[in-house]
Each structure stands twice: as structure tokens, then as C-alpha cells.
């Protein structure tokens, strides 16, 4: 029997990842009594990340890193995750923004959520008990525009599908097609929730509270946003 994986993508995280990890390996610990695993993913971070990654998996069981060569954006990042652990074995894969927008104590929530029955467990800020503390209006309306027009353009149900705090059983991953997944930012996140209920999986919204990052620079650009944009209704066409 495999074990849950946390993946943790990084760029630039020098100042989160060592209180992140300690963090999520403490929760983890807890909710799955059997092990876990977390591994960093990093894209050769010019801050140094990636040797304070190395440290930790030397100080910390079942830690480990994949060191990139070069910056890829996010979703390849979680592909080259989730490969290292389907190839591992693990029982769920997780993912979890490495800057404490997400607070690591909901893994375990999410985890429960996937003993109760999901296939996908999804964080989600635009259900009842959810929501977003200190950001902008802007921000606010970019997020909550964002999700609304995935759901129309898609038609789908889910509140938020821009978010990337999730918890897959494995079968999800399996069964989805991994390497044809070519969106990048927001929109690889929109592409595997949608993938996964295309393919019949059951799909659960978790209330979460996300929260501003407190250290380190926000990598979201309008470039992403306008990825998402046009990858969404390209996403409808390639399923029909
Ligand atoms: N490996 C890797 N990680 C990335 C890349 N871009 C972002 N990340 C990480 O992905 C997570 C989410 O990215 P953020 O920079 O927080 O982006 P965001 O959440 O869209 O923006 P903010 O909410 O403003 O922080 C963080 O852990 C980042 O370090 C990338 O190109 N490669
Ligand atoms: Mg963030």
C-alpha cells in the first residue's frame, strides 16, 4: 500500500520553503499514520531554494527534491511531480502552494475529504465557510472572474477552478492522460479538474480560507491570466 505525496512546487521560495516543509511534514504526519511523502519540486530558484531543499532532505525522512534546470512555469513543474510519484507508488498525490497562501493544516481536511469519498478533493475559496483574506479588490475580481468564466465556458459546477490546493487519489492521475496536458499557469489547474470530471471521478469542494502571501514575490503575471483565457474554451473543443 502506497502513501500520500505532498508536491511542493518552488521558484524563489528561499524564505518559506524550511517553515513550509516543517509545517506540512508535521500535519502529514498526523493524517497519514502509515507515512508520507513531500517532495520539492524547484526550478533551479536563483535565491538559493533549491540548497535549503537539499538540507531538509537530509534533515527530514521521506523529504525530497527535484532539481529542474530551468524555469517551466508551474504545471510542468506538478507533471514532473506527479510522475516521481506515481513511480513511487503513492497512494494520493497533493499539491500545495510552497508560500503559505494555503495553510498546511487543510491537507489533512483534504486527505479526510478522499476517505470520504472523493476522488478529487478541491480547496476551494467560493464555497460556503471559504474565502480570501487581504487581497484587492483587482485581485478579488481576477480570481472570482477567472473561475466564473472557466465554469460557464465549461459547464461545469465547481466554484474554483483556478485554485491549487488539491488532493488526488491516484486512480485520478492514472486515468487522465498526464503527458498530453500542455497548459502552463491558472489554466493547468482548470485542465485537471476538468480532465478528472470528464473522466466520471467524483469531485468534492473543501471551504478554505486563502491568504496573501507574507514573504517572497507573487509569480501570477498577466500572462498567465491570459493563458487561461485562451486555453479554457480550447480545453471544451478538445474534449468533444
Ligand atoms: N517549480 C516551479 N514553481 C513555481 C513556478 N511558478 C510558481 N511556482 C510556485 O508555485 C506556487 C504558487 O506560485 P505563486 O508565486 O504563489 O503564484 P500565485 O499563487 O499565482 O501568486 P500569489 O498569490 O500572488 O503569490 C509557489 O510555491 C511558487 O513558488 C515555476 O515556474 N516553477
Ligand atoms: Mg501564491
Known amino acids: 500500500m502506497g502513501v500520500p505525496w505532498l508536491i511542493l512546487p518552488t521558484f524563489d521560495e ?3 520553503i524550511e517553515a513550509i516543509v ?8 498526523r493524517a497519514a499514520p502509515d ?6 519540486v524547484d526550478d533551479n530558484s536563483p535565491d538559493g531554494t533549491g540548497r535549503i531543499a537539499d538540507r531538509l532532505t537530509d534533515e527530514l525522512d521521506g523529504v525530497g527534491v527535484l532539481h529542474r534546470t530551468a524555469r517551466q512555469g508551474l504545471g510542468p513543474a506538478y507533471l514532473a511531480g506527479f510522475a516521481h510519484a506515481l513511480a513511487g507508488g503513492a497512494s494520493h498525490v497533493m499539491e500545495m502552494d510552497a508560500d503559505f497562501s494555503h495553510d498546511p493544516a487543510d491537507l489533512a481536511r483534504l486527505l479526510q475529504a478522499t476517505r470520504d469519498g472523493a476522488d478529487l478533493a478541491l480547496g476551494s475559496r467560493y464555497v460556503d465557510g471559504g474565502g480570501v483574506s487581504d487581497w484587492g479588490l483587482l485581485r478579488r475580481c481576477v480570481s472570482r472572474g477567472g473561475s466564473w468564466y472557466a465554469r460557464v465556458v465549461l459547464g461545469l ?5 483556478t485554485g491549487g490546493f488539491k488532493c488526488f487519489r491516484r486512480e485520478v492521475l492514472e486515468a487522465i492522460d498526464l503527458p498530453t496536458v500542455r497548459s502552463h499557469g491558472y489554466a493547468f ?22 491568504r496573501d502571501r507574507r514573504l517572497g514575490h507573487s509569480k501570477m503575471s498577466w ?8 486555453l479554457v474554451p480550447q480545453l471544451r473543443r478538445r474534449s468533444r
Open 22 to 29: 516543517r509545517a506540512a511534514d508535521a500535519v502529514l504526519a
Open 35 to 40: 507515512g508520507h511523502r513531500i517532495l520539492i
Open 157 to 161: 459546477k465547481i466554484r474554483d477552478l
Open 223 to 230: 500572462r498567465i491570466a491570459v493563458e487561461a483565457m485562451v
Open 14 to 16: 528561499a524564505e518559506n
Open 189 to 210: 489547474q482548470v485542465e485537471l479538474t476538468y480532465r478528472t470530471i470528464l473522466a466520471g471521478f467524483h469531485v468534492t469542494e473543501v471551504p478554505i480560507t486563502f
